[in-house]
């Protein structure tokens, strides 16, 4: 007699048997996976056994590897933790809060070497650069621009995400000088007027 299908994502017993934590640990894993091993050759099953639990149980936690993919650009953003922070009292100085929150990620070693792996996945792989734009996008910048109440909040969105992942792949990725040295502080100064701009002032974008 055959045994009775589990039902789909349901982990087997052996997998649910992992304890406490085991989600955070998957998350873990995952993030160190994508960040030594890029997208491209990560898999749910190497994500597992770094995890130390069943490749079942990372996809009741996270399906896909394009879900895992995302959890792992989740944390390292916190967006229900940004867009209140970004935000702020409003539409004043929002340029110069994102521009500070979007640097000190960058600058944290603990949340830079993930957003290097994601960064460099995202420029070679189709599947990796939809999820961040998904999110960077939907789940972050447009729903600040949304929450200004201005003309084309998704426009000016990927305006601003256009202007940061710039900054991000000169100063990160590729280490162009002397972008890649400056103080922070000095870049904060010279592009939250741009994004103040793109967020908040002048005309609609598209022009309609």
């Known amino acids: 007699m055959t045994e009775p299908r589990r039902g789909r994502g349901r982990p087997p017993r ?20 994508f960040a030594d091993r890029g997208y491209d050759k990560t898999s749910v099953r190497g994500i597992a056994k770094a995890a130390g639990v069943d490749a079942a149980l990372v996809h009741h936690y996270f399906g896909t590897k394009d879900e895992v ?61 939809t999820v961040l734009r998904g999110f960077v996008l939907r789940r972050l910048l447009e729903r600040v621009a949304a929450d200004l109440d201005v003309p084309d909040p998704e426009f000016r969105a990927e305006l601003a995400a256009s202007h940061m992942i710039g900054i991000a792949i000169l100063r990160y990725v590729i280490r162009v000088e002397p972008l890649a040295s400056a103080p922070p502080e000095q870049i904060v100064a010279m592009v939250a007027p741009t994004l103040q701009r793109y967020l908040t002032e002048g005309p609609s974008p598209t022009g309609v």
């Open 14 to 33: 052996a997998a649910s048997d992992a304890g406490p934590g085991a989600r955070e640990r998957i998350l873990r894993a995952a993030r160190d996976e």
């Open 69 to 129: 993919f995302a959890a792992a650009i989740e944390v390292s953003f916190e967006p229900a933790l940004v867009i209140p922070a970004v935000l702020g009292e409003g539409a004043e100085g929002v340029g110069e809060r994102l521009a500070r929150y979007f640097l000190g990620v960058w600058e944290n070693p603990a949340t830079r070497a993930p957003l290097l792996a994601i960064m460099r996945s995202a420029l070679t792989h189709e599947a990796a650069a």
